[in-house]
Structures are given as structure tokens and as C-alpha cells.
């Protein structure tokens, strides 16, 4: 009757087993060590960088306890780890000196930091420890609000130059193109043309929406974008503000940085372990600008550059391309571009699609007009640091309002180039309304008070049921037991960031879980008074309390992802461990619990009693 089958045990086993596995990382703690991240935009952090840095340190005798290569993309790093801080200063000063030739301009950026000590062989599981949030931690915290009528305006600019470049090209006459609020106005003085000029924007622009107006000679227009296409230009300016963001954090060396949207308008920029406010909103907010020059054709190839520079001409020794001399007139800066995209030519190969403003459109057809067939490069300007030159490219025909940028060899290039142009400054403005610091004294504060909390909660509800159930509280104390490995698993195995708001999850987590215990027992008592055999009791207890937890259960699961869905923050990361920690108990409370007391009860054919504590029969008090 209470019996568990073999494979039912087995997989409560594997289960116990994967939780111990991935919650241990949490219990090896963190070493000192050296966080090394590209400083410019147009250097890629590869494998190989990991064997330079263990060069150098080998070189200096620096012993270190592993280097490794770890990340993609924008959070690529090198990371090499030591016994003890003093090592870590020495590491950090001699990586600073030997891989940067320039010190006032580097090439790298080298940060202290903390790595986990988890073993090679848990890391290559994906065990790890679960990320400290900036309460626990210590650390920066900013609310920042994007001006979104800023990249609105920015957007519909681009549009009104990519219809007037159009409509010149397919030789439809207007009166006029005027920007009115988020709206472009074209005048026309017949119908038939007004509805030749409609076809072809629309054919070309499929976000945009028409409306006709007028009468007679004096017929408009009114182009304005799709809902839907508003909604993604508000979207694509808070995810390029992001990128430019996550690019600009590196260089604080910040490990696990949380750069995240809030809202339809809303960035969140957490630093753990940035105490230093003013340097964070320094680097966040600071500046950058694109710029197209010409090369400057009058240097004969094989030239010594150094001593050849004309002079209105200028020498670029950092980026792609390099050395190469420009000129010092600059045709059009960063600030005349809409957008740019990752695409592909008429030979299906990578290149990047680039869309001019009015202005710009102008400018750049008046530069290129007499000079195709002559090189254009494209460079990246940073405050505090050398100009970068992006792209060096052949003028092919005469270009406008929009044009590509053609020979990125690869599809990754050309998304590279493409978020360049787009990240090397922001896309609208922003302000930050929200700011924080919290010291990490005040977070090892938090870590302890929420640890304890966890602590003697879990031993005074194990005090308490073990008395007042006996050997079944004891079965109900250790499937809480194994509740709070399979919790702390699973945030660990997510990757999950643990703040305070989570730690008061947690704790109430464990009150739900020995609540749907506490029902559980209260059922096989009822069963024991109403004459039922220990066994029948067991089974039918277990069976009838199912319901009532599933029911309890599911209606605070949905509050949890109501609060995941609509909160967000502090909230969202209690909705989350929340919602798991429902998921963890129900199968704790009833699965282990069930097979517990089937593993110690079940075997027992001829049981006369169990013990659940003191069992009131009706009437036997009298």
C-alpha cells in the first residue's frame, strides 16, 4: 500500500545529488584577482589573450592560481587569480605597465577583482555560485531615464531625408518637405503625383503610415510611423543606449555588471563593488563622436608616414587599417546618422546599411559626388583616448542619404561595425533620476543578518515539529532540508542575482513548504481518529492533502508571476525566487516527504502505530 517503486527513489536520489552538486559553489568563497578588458573599441578580447597575460605574469614571477578566458562579446575578459591581495596589486601594476605601450591612452583595461574558487570541474558543469546584488555586496546603483522625443525626433528626421532622396531618385516632383512635430508634411499640386510619390515610399518605407489631405493645387501628405514601428524605434534607442553603456562599464572593471531595461524608457545600471560614484557616472555619461574623413591620396604607398604628413592632413595609428593619414576636414560626424544595420550587398556579401538625417544626406553627396573611386575612412572619437579608425573603405558611386559599407569579410564584422556606428555615442539623451551607493561593510552586514534569519527560522520550525509530530515532524524537517538545496540549486544553476528581497523569498519559502507539511500530518492524524490502520491513514492522508496543497499552492503562484510580470527590480527578484520556491516545496513537501515515510512505514506489514505525536479521539477524555 505505501510502497515507493525503485525508479521513483531513484530519482529523488539524483535529485538530492544534483542540488548538492550545484549548490556547493556557493560554500568555496572567492579568490583575489585581476579583471583584463579591452579599452578600445576596435580590439577584440580572443583566447589568446589569456596566454599573453600568463606570459607576463611568468615572465615577472608572479605565481598565479589560473588564468582564463571567460565571456563573448562586449563582457569578453581575461581573468587570472592569486592567493592574496598583495599579489593581486603586483599583478595588476605589472599587466598595466607590459600590455599597454601608451599609459595615458591603454590598450587594456586592467581592474582588480574576486573569482570564485569552485573547482575546474564544477565550472565545466556550469556550477556556480549565484552573483551578490549591490545590497549584498556593496556597490552603484542608477535609474537612468532615456529622452525618448529626443530619439523620436532623431528617427523621423532620417525619414524626412530618406523621402526626399527618394523622391529625387524616382524623379516624383513636390512642393515641399517640412518635419511638423513627430510628423512629415509633403506638399504636392496633383493628385496623380501625390499618389505616385505614396507608391513608391511606401513600397520602399513599410513602417511608415499615409494620410492625404487638401484640396485642389494644394494637396499634402502626412506621413507619420506605424504604431508598431514607434514602439520599436523607442525600443531600439534604450537597446543602443544599453550597448553603448555595457561598453563604457568595462572600463570600471566590473565583473558582473546588471545593465538592464525597466520599463518601455528605463535603463538599471547596477555595479557591484563600485564605490567611487563620481569616476561610474563620469564613464557612463561620457561622450564619444564619429567622424567620416577622405584619406588623403597625395601619401605614395610604402611612404614613411611619420615624416610625410602634409599639413591639413593627420596620422592615425590606432584601428583598423593603420598607419594611415586623413585629412583634417571633417565631411560628416556621427551626429548626422539614424541608423545602421548589419546587412548584405548585391553580392550577398556582409556589409553595413547606414541611414543619413537630412544634413547629413546633403553633406555626404557633396563630398563623394567628385571623389569616387578615392578612399573615406571612418573614426571613432572617445574622451580621454586616441581616435580609433573603424573603416578604411573605396568610394564606389556617388552616396547619399543612405548608403553601405561593403569588404567587413564576415557576417560578425559588419554587426561589429554596425553597433559601432550605433554605440559610439548614445542615442538620445539621458538623465539619471535615481541614485544609489551602498557600502560593502553594510552589504557582509546584510549577507550575515539574512543568513542568520534563514538559520534560526529553519532550526526553530525543525524545533517545533519534531516535538509537536515526532518522527513524522522529523520526516517533514529534512524534505524543508532538501526544499532549500533544490531553491538554492536551481538560483545557482540560473545564474541568478541574490539580494535581500531573495533572502526574504527564501524564508518564506521554507514557512510554505512545512505548511504544506503541517497539512499533510494534520490529515493522517484525522485519518488515525477516525479509525483508520496506520497504513490506510498514511496513504489516504498523502492523498486527500494533495489537493488542498495544489490548490494553495497554485493560487500563490500566480500572485508570484503577477509580481514577475508587472514588478520589476527588488520585486521581480523576489517574484522569481518566490515562484520557485513553490515549484521546490511542492515536490519536497509531497514527493520526498511520501517516499521518506514509505522507505521507513512501508515495509511494515502487521504496523500497529506510528509516530505523529499525540492523536485526541473524540470522547476518550471524559
Known sequence: MNRYPVWKYILIAVAILLGALFTAPNYFGESPAVQVT???????????????VAAVLKKENIVTDGVSFDGTGTYASVRARFADPDTQFKAKAVLEKDLNTDPADPTYLVALNLQPNTPKWMQSLHALPMYLGLDLRGGVHFLMQVDVKAALTKRVQGIQAAARSLLRDKNVRHAG???????????????????????????????????????GSDLKLIVTLKPEALKQTISDGVKQNIATLSKRVNE????????????????????????????AKAVIGRTATLEVRMVDETITPGTELTSAVPFNSELFTVGKGVPVILGKDVILSGD???SA???????????VSIDLNGDGGRKMREATRERVGKRMAIVLFEKKGKPEVLSVATIQSELGSRFQITGMGNAENSAELALLLRAGALYAPMDVIEERTI?????????????HSTMYGFAAIALFMIFY????????????ACNLLLLIALLSL?????????????????????????????????????????????SVGFDRAWATILDSNVTTLIVGVALWVFGSGAIRGFAVVHCLGILTSMFSAVFISRGVVNLWYGRKKKLQSIAIGTVWVPGLSK
Open 336 to 338: 548626422y546618422i539614424s
Open 469 to 480: 509530530y515526532m518522527m513524522f515532524g522529523f520526516f517533514s524537517v529534512l524534505a524543508l
Open 252 to 279: 570600471l572593471g566590473v565583473a558582473e555588471p546588471i545593465i538592464q531595461q525597466q520599463g518601455p524608457d528605463r535603463i538599471v545600471v547596477q555595479l557591484p563593488g563600485v564605490q567611487d560614484v563620481a569616476r
Open 38 to 52: 579591452s579599452g578600445k573599441s576596435t580590439v577584440k578580447m580572443t583566447g589568446e589573450m589569456a596566454a599573453q
Open 439 to 451: 557600502g560593502p561593510q553594510l552589504g557582509a552586514e546584510n549577507i550575515s543578518k539574512g543568513l
Open 177 to 215: 518637405i517640412d518635419r511638423i512635430g513627430d510628423t512629415i508634411e509633403i506638399k504636392f499640386r496633383d493628385a496623380d503625383t501625390r499618389i505616385k510619390a505614396k507608391n513608391e515610399l511606401g513600397g520602399n518605407m513599410p513602417d511608415l503610415a499615409f494620410v492625404d489631405q487638401g484640396e
Open 494 to 538: 540560473m545564474q541568478a542575482t541574490l539580494t535581500l528581497p531573495g533572502i526574504a523569498a527564501i524564508a518564506l519559502a521554507l514557512g510554505m513548504a512545512i505548511d504544506a507539511n503541517v497539512l499533510i500530518n494534520e490529515r493522517i492524524r484525522e485519518e488515525l481518529r477516525a479509525g483508520a490502520s496506520p497504513q490506510q491513514a498514511i
Open 341 to 351: 544595420t548589419a546587412s548584405f550587398d548585391q553580392n550577398q556579401q556582409p556589409s
